[in-house]
């Protein structure tokens, strides 16, 4: 930890931490650690805007007690400088992300520890599109920017142990040495603290664990199947998994194999069946590149499945009343066996969501029939909660999701299977004449998600965008223009950009 001249200076520790993961007690951990062995600490933190919880940066700097003089005292800094901090430590992705743009990770002296797993910000979640920032950019910018870097889910650790993530991230520095302290003195330091002792030790060996395999050299790279294995699908799908391999080929096995999956837990096994069909035809006419041929048929796949297992009233209710969701929100609230759990649902169904839910033709009616829409309208302008936990709420929705066997009777089946007919026409004819511009068709799909209002808006994009083919059919940049434009409808949800797009066009 010594400049050239070897003269002591300050070792500096920054920790990006969100709300409740226990930046602060490792903080105080690394202080006590530092003072219980020869050295001078200083901890400051400085809390940062609100979003995912709210995230801190604490930063720490440590001195030698040995190189002050008598009757003197360092002085230390209040907060990172970039360039000049010796350990990074975040305690997830994007926050990893925030100290690269802030400069505070150097090629030339930091040691970065950062969590892979991810809490979203609002920006990312409001995205009408995939918002998401890409975690292998950031990770490759952890690796590319630092001296060391260690990288893992501290959290899916720290959920393992039965503990917080700080345990974890602190096992993980201590194995990487950069400290001059010993791996019991770490763990002493923990013990000291007296709170959650045995499971903050058991965080923090797995912790030191995983860490420790992320420094160790590279073992040499066993060669990579050609194709992912075909994931099981369960008995009752195993005649269409072994369609799927017999007739589809071994590139998009893994997400034919989601598909089926996904069209049986919407509907049932002739739906997903009815899946692998609408697939069939493009097989024939896909491009003669390989690599363009297998991402046209993936994505294709992909995006069909999507939209075929479209949000409706069913399936909303469907969703809310499985066990599994109870057990999921019970886990995140950490529920006791004293406590009970309520949940409520802010529901707003329109007049347009019961008539899709509604035979067809009657649906059909009652969009027409302006006395029928008004005796229903009063009842659905407030919305209403529900409260799935309670046996009332649960009952109603619960009649809801029990429709499912009739939602191929429904208007809102009818009218989806035939958008979709349409989309992978599109599809079919392009794929030979012009691949590039089929892929973004199936991409295009994107478009057209969510519920209710939300639905509405991207159906519309949808049909704006899909009017511009024809002529995009005759341009050498048409699947570019393509692109483009869906990127422009997902910008904003109010059209301004696709707007501005299309006049362009």
């Given at each position: 930890m010594n400049t050239a001249t070897d003269s002591p200076r300050a070792i500096t520790i920054a920790i990006l931490a969100m709300g409740g993961e226990g930046g602060g007690v490792l903080a105080d951990w690394l202080v006590d650690l530092a003072e219980q062995n020869g050295?001078?600490?200083?901890?400051?933190?400085?809390?940062?805007?609100?979003?995912?919880?709210?995230?801190?940066?604490?930063?720490?700097?440590?001195?030698?007690?040995?190189?002050v003089p008598a009757g003197r005292m360092?002085?230390?800094?209040?907060?990172?400088v970039p360039g000049e901090v010796d350990i990074v430590i975040a305690s997830e992705l994007m926050e990893a992300g925030r100290a690269l743009q802030r400069g505070l990770v150097t090629a030339n002296r930091t040691t970065f520890v950062a969590s892979t797993h991810r809490v979203y910000s609002m920006t990312e979640r409001t995205a009408m599109g995939d918002g998401r920032v890409s975690s292998d950019k950031l990770l490759e910018g952890g690796r590319a920017a630092a001296r060391h870097f260690v990288s893992a889910d501290f959290a899916q650790l720290a959920e393992a142990t039965g503990s917080l993530i700080s345990p974890t991230l602190y096992g993980a520095l201590a194995a990487t040495a950069r400290l001059p302290f010993t791996r019991e003195q770490f763990e002493a330091t923990i013990t000291r603290g007296g709170v959650g002792v045995t499971s903050s030790l058991?965080?923090?060996?797995?912790?030191?664990?995983?860490?420790?395999?992320?420094?160790?050299?590279?073992?040499?790279?066993?060669?990579m199947p050609a194709a992912p294995p075909m994931p099981p699908v369960g008995a009752r799908l195993a005649a269409?998994?072994?369609?799927?391999?017999?007739?589809?080929?071994?590139?998009?096995?893994?997400?034919?194999?989601?598909?089926?999956?996904?069209m049986a837990d919407y509907q049932d096994v002739a739906y997903a069946a009815s899946y692998l069909d609408r697939l069939q035809p493009l097989l024939a006419r896909l491009p003669?590149?390989?690599?363009?041929?297998?991402?046209?048929?993936?994505?294709?796949a992909r995006h069909l499945a999507l939209w075929m297992s479209y949000e409706d009233?069913?399936?909303?209710?469907?969703?809310?009343?499985?066990?599994?969701?109870?057990?999921?929100v019970g886990g995140e609230v950490k529920l006791s066996n004293t406590q009970h759990l309520g949940i409520n649902e802010f529901l707003h169904p329109r007049v347009e969501e019961i008539a899709d839910t509604l035979p067809a033709g009657l649906g059909r009616w009652l969009l027409a029939t302006p006395w029928a829409r008004a005796c229903i309208?009063?009842?659905t302008r407030k919305g209403r909660i529900v409260q799935t936990s309670s046996i009332r709420g649960y009952l109603l929705l619960y009649t809801i999701a029990a429709l499912r066997p009739?939602?191929?009777?429904?208007?809102r089946f009818q009218v989806e299977q035939q958008r979709i007919s349409g989309w992978l026409a599109s599809i079919e004819s392009l794929a030979t004449i012009h691949p590039a511009l089929a892929l973004e068709v199936a991409r295009s799909q994107r478009l057209v998600k969510g519920y209710g209002d939300t639905h509405e808006r991207g159906w519309r994009s949808y049909q704006r965008v899909m009017a511009k083919l024809p002529q995009l059919q005759a341009q050498p940049q048409g699947a570019r223009t393509l692109q483009a434009l869906s990127q422009a409808a997902l910008a904003d949800d109010s059209g301004k950009a696709l707007e501005q797009m299309l006049a362009t066009v």
């Open positions: 050295y001078f600490a200083q901890t400051t933190s400085v809390p940062g805007v609100a979003q995912r919880t709210g995230a801190t940066v604490y930063y720490l700097e440590m001195f030698p007690e040995a190189a360092p002085v230390m800094a209040l907060s990172p058991k965080a923090f060996a797995a912790g030191f664990a995983v860490a420790q395999q992320t420094l160790a050299p590279p073992a040499a790279a066993a060669a269409l998994a072994l369609r799927i391999e017999q007739d589809f080929p071994a590139s998009s096995r893994a997400t034919l194999a989601a598909g089926i999956v996904r003669a590149e390989p690599a363009l041929a297998a991402e046209l048929l993936d994505e294709t009233t069913v399936r909303v209710a469907d969703l809310k009343t499985r066990r599994s969701r109870f057990a999921r309208e009063p009842f009739l939602r191929p009777r429904s208007l």
